[in-house]
Nanobody, 116 residues
């Protein structure tokens, strides 16, 4: 069963930066829109950012101005660059298709912990 594979998480101090990566065994170019999501302990998974094939990006208000979503077609990889990280950004981060009808099974995600 195909899944996205997320990587790049880790422990970082407040104000620090991380770059998350997301890829799949098949071409991710077939998805017209892709998104990052996150889930903190005891909460539901929430949407973080969306990238669309026509170049549009959208962000949750909580990360706007700090996170950047991008896709590298040649590397078959989607990224989430996270700057000015805050403790409230601590969560497991997942990527998937933005359109629910195209989503793959959720992967294991990558843990991001922001703490001093």
């Amino acid at each position: 069963q195909e899944q996205f594979v997320e990587s790049g998480g880790g422990l970082v101090q407040p104000g620090g930066s991380l770059r998350l990566s997301c890829t799949a065994s098949g071409s991710i170019s077939r998805f017209p829109a892709m998104a990052w999501y996150r889930q903190a302990p005891g909460t539901q998974r929430e949407w973080v950012a969306t990238w669309t094939r026509d170049g549009n990006t959208n962000y949750a208000d909580s990360v706007k101005g700090r996170f950047t979503i991008a896709r590298d077609r040649a590397k078959n990889t989607m990224y989430l660059v996270m700057d000015s990280l805050k403790p409230e950004d601590t969560a497991v981060y997942y990527c998937n298709a933005a359109l629910a009808t195209m989503r793959l099974s959720w992967g294991q995600g990558t843990q991001v912990t922001v703490s001093s």
